[in-house]
């Protein structure tokens, strides 16, 4: 068996755990069994964390597969993955890990599974290191959407760190085959409109003191739009544990949606986490790009999976999506090119990411 196996070396370029979800995701999807040796190679406290663990016992249940070395802490594991099958799966970090990032993992398994899926991610909702929940129902979600699937995304609790608590609910059917994307067209901004939240033992002073201060920094770049960030509490039974952010999403006339956002901590005061959001979104309208720096990396998957030439225009590669099209061309037999956006505007800073992705079939359907 060993000699099949895909080695995967998890301590290169970004050398987190975005190669770890990539990689088992399209081993599951493949059929490939895989070891990756020196996971997480690049952070201070190297290995598996609570959230890559309930992430990888996740793909292993879906599919029926054999997990070894899947302890806290452990640099190597080997995956042996079997049939993708719907129902109802549950992965608990019993952290603040972040949600989203185990919704990353099993969503592009669950699509190609026999039958639909119910996913119950517990841990962190709105975490550092990870897209909030609010990005990826507001931008993630209407987006990747365009690869011709659906899916619920119901927020039952939120959890903050340190103790997390949240309960997210993913709802979504297989389909046979993913549609490619052309997001190259960014058309111009219409309306820029967002959500401060507060929760626990937090102030409602603090969601309007955050929404003012992201509204001040937006006005003195573009002056002829309304802005509306609501500020709002996020209800007592509905939230776990203290903790406060704010996201910001600006809408075009294709349809674009590129946002910017950032979390509340003890000491850091509000108006800065209303100003470093208006900054991220500023800077992402700035490029010129289709869409934003969070949402590059996150469609590099679906482009490979998909059946057909997908193109995105984006701002300058981040580090995460070059790492994720080198594990995708490894596992797949997709093909991405990267190119310098030909821009009449010197000013611009925007690349093509194009991909003939492999033309992943459902077998099951």
Same mark, same amino acid.
């Given at each position: ?187 111009? $901004?219409?309306?820029?409109? #967002?959500?401060?939240? !507060? +929760? ?5 002073? /603090?969601?309007?003191?955050? *929404? ?27 939230? $776990?544990?203290?903790?406060? #952010?704010?996201?910001? !999403? +600006? ?5 674009? /949606?590129?946002?910017?956002? *950032? ?27 289709? $869409? ?74």
């Amino acid at each position: 068996m060993d000699g099949d196996r895909v080695e995967i070396d998890g301590g290169v370029m970004e050398g987190g755990g975005q190669i770890l979800r990539v990689s088992t995701a399209l081993s599951c999807l493949r059929g490939l069994p895989l070891r990756v040796r020196r996971i997480r190679a690049g952070r201070s406290q190297p290995g598996l964390r609570p959230q890559h663990l309930s992430g990888l016992e996740m793909i292993r249940d879906l599919c029926d597969g054999k997990l070894e070395g899947g302890d806290i802490g452990s640099t190597e594991i080997t995956f042996t993955p079997g049939k993708i099958k719907g129902g109802t799966h549950v992965a608990d970090t019993k952290t603040a890990g972040s949600v989203c990032l185990l919704m990353q993992v099993a969503m592009p398994c669950v699509l190609f599974a026999a039958s639909p899926s119910e996913l119950h991610l517990k841990g962190g909702t709105n975490a550092e290191m990870a897209p909030q929940i609010d990005y990826t129902v507001m931008v993630f979600k209407p987006i990747v959407e365009k690869f011709n699937f659906t899916f619920n995304c119901d927020i039952r609790k939120r959890g903050y760190y340190p103790q997390g608590g949240g309960e997210v609910i993913v709802q979504m059917s297989p389909v046979k085959e993913l549609s490619p994307i052309n997001l190259t067209e960014r058309g111009t $901004v219409t309306k820029i409109y #967002g959500r401060a939240f !507060v +929760a626990g033992s937090l102030p409602i002073k /603090l969601a309007k003191d955050m *929404s003012a201060a992201a509204v001040r920094c937006i006005r003195k770049e573009i002056r002829d739009l309304y802005v509306n960030i609501q500020p709002v509490r996020e209800p007592d039974n509905q939230a $776990v544990g203290t903790g406060s #952010g704010i996201i910001i !999403v +600006a809408e075009t006339s294709t349809g674009c /949606l590129l946002a910017g956002s *950032s979390l509340g901590k003890r000491g850091k005061n509000s108006d800065k986490v209303g100003i470093e959001a208006a900054e991220i979104l500023i800077r992402n309208l700035k490029h010129g790009g289709a $869409v934003d720096d969070s949402l590059q990396d996150q469609l590099i998957i679906f482009m490979a999976l998909a059946k057909g030439v997908s193109r995105v225009k984006s701002g300058p590669i981040t580090l995460h999506t070059q790492t994720a099209i080198h594990f995708a061309e490894q596992l797949t037999k997709a093909k991405f090119t990267v190119t310098k956006s030909e821009e009449e505007d010197p000013s611009k800073d925007a690349y093509i990411i194009e991909c003939q992705g492999m033309g992943m079939i459902n077998s099951n359907l």
